[in-house]
């Protein structure tokens, strides 16, 4: 079965067995995973994640997957990367497709071109499971989108507002529901927000971006990345936006060292390829081997899982990425 974003969000209560998400949009991958996230723990299931780096990552997914667990009777298991798994992972994928039990697997991808579904691994979950495309085809569904992001936040905009902030933004769907999370700290719900007042509001978060600091702490540039990152603590960004922007670089890294020279199959474009180029080359396998910790650490800070502080290990993430390491995580 195919479904298209909002079809997705609609079966989150039925969600079962292997759902398939890919695309190009982070702000409905990351919606879709908050929604199922929230629904598992309304149900009492357990959760794991696990990052594919490597095709041998697969096992642990499985490993997981066919194993009791201790703390519930179902198990929801996120795999996020850019490695299908191999004939014998295929094999172990077809065979859970076809016996889930109680289980289910959510496998995240970027966006899957049309030589990648003709592959088997896409086939088979096409065929049994559920794929979940997270693109928009045109204007009018990245406008109704950002609509309900509004209507979540309580924004109003005027015609000639939303115009703006499409262009703005060029057609960006996550700075566009940044810059609505924004304009619900400066404005009161029942204040439509006109066209002056958007104009007002993108000049004050301009400065900086989230992604500004992602490009800094690639380049290696630590000072102006530490810089960027005070700046966007000090003016409210998300924490999960600056830590989406940071990891995204990161794993597409630790990918690149698995599976070097493949920039365009990652969807690097090139006149960024030499930055990738270095950054691989001051940063060891050792120290790549340490970052999925170090990322599922501030995660889970975030998220208000642990009790250690975000912005800190915001900061220890963004000098890891400029390849000047505050401290060596034990790898186990």
């Keep these: 079965m195919r ?53 041998n990552d697969w096992r642990d997914v499985f490993n997981s997957l066919n194993s009791l667990s201790l703390f519930s009777e179902k198990l929801a298991v996120e795999a ?25 697997l959510v496998i995240v991808m970027p966006r899957l071109d049309q030589a990648a579904q003709k592959t088997k691994f896409y086939q088979s979950i096409d065929a049994n499971s559920v794929v979940v495309q997270l693109s928009l085809q045109n204007m009018q569904e990245r406008l ?9 936040l309580g924004v109003q905009l005027a015609r000639n507002a939303w115009d703006l902030l499409l262009t703005q933004t060029e057609n960006n ?46 380049q290696g540039n630590a000072l102006q990345a530490v810089k960027i990152l005070g700046f966007l603590l000090e003016s409210g960004e998300a924490d999960s936006l600056i830590l989406w922007a940071l990891s995204r670089e990161m794993r597409l890294l630790m990918q690149l060292f698995e599976q070097p020279g493949q920039y365009q199959k990652l969807g690097i474009w090139q006149n960024k390829t030499r930055y990738y180029q270095q950054a691989l080359k001051r940063t060891s396998g050792k120290q790549l081997m340490q970052w999925p910790v170090l990322l599922q650490r501030t995660d889970a800070a975030i998220k208000g899982l642990s009790e250690e502080n975000s912005k800190d290990l915001l900061l220890q993430v963004t000098m890891a990425l400029s390849g000047k390491p505050l401290f060596s995580q034990t790898v186990k």
């Design 3 to 55: 479904l298209d974003y909002r079809g997705a969000m609609g079966r989150i209560a039925k969600a079962d067995g292997v759902w398939l998400l890919h695309g190009n949009e982070p702000l409905l991958e990351q919606n879709l995973l908050s929604a199922l996230r929230d629904y598992w723990q309304s149900q009492q299931v357990e959760r794991q994640r696990f990052e594919i780096n490597t095709v």
């Design 80 to 104: 996020h990367g850019n490695i299908k798994p191999d004939a014998a992972g295929l094999t172990q994928l077809q065979q859970f497709i076809q016996s889930p039990a109680d289980n289910m």
């Design 144 to 152: 109704a989108i950002l609509q309900d992001e509004a209507q979540k």
């Design 173 to 218: 769907l996550f700075a566009a529901q940044q810059s609505l999370l924004r304009l619900s700290d400066l404005y009161q719900p029942e204040h439509l927000i006109s066209l002056e007042d958007l104009q007002a509001g993108l000049t004050e978060q301009s400065r900086f971006s989230s992604f500004d600091l992602a490009d800094a702490a690639l």
